[in-house]
């Protein structure tokens, strides 16, 4: 399985930028799809995920200005970001979990995206 990630970049204070990543390859089953990010010294940290059933989860720092979105028949994820902060800035990593009978849920990953916010 292949991730492939695009948008980000620089981007203002207060911007909307959108990130879209598209899953390839053998995919089964998709369980989830979700959006990490990971700023200068700081661990990776689950920015918005959806799961199967469509239910989201967010991070509490970026509820109400991110949202998570997916086209199934495009295996892809997209994270709309608005009122951005110079603290979104970060690598964004891409995240699919794909179920498959005979290795269960595996996690796959984007090469990462950077989103950097200038004030």
């Known amino acids: 399985v292949q991730l492939q990630a695009s948008g980000g970049g620089l981007v203002q204070a207060g911007g909307s930028p959108r990130l879209s990543c598209a899953a390839s390859?053998?995919?089964?089953?998709?369980?989830?799809m979700g959006w990490y990010r990971q700023a200068p010294g700081k661990q990776r940290e689950l920015v918005a995920r959806?799961?199967?059933?469509?239910?989201?989860n967010y991070a509490d720092s970026v509820k109400g200005r991110f949202t998570i979105s997916r086209d199934s028949a495009k295996n892809s994820v997209y994270l709309q970001m608005s009122s951005l902060k110079p603290e979104d800035t970060a690598v964004y990593y891409c995240n699919v979990v794909v179920f498959t009978v005979w290795d269960g849920n595996r996690d796959y990953w984007g090469q990462g995206t950077q989103v950097t916010v200038s004030s």
């Open positions: 390859g053998s995919i089964s089953t998709i369980n989830a």
């Open positions: 959806i799961i199967s059933t469509g239910s989201t």
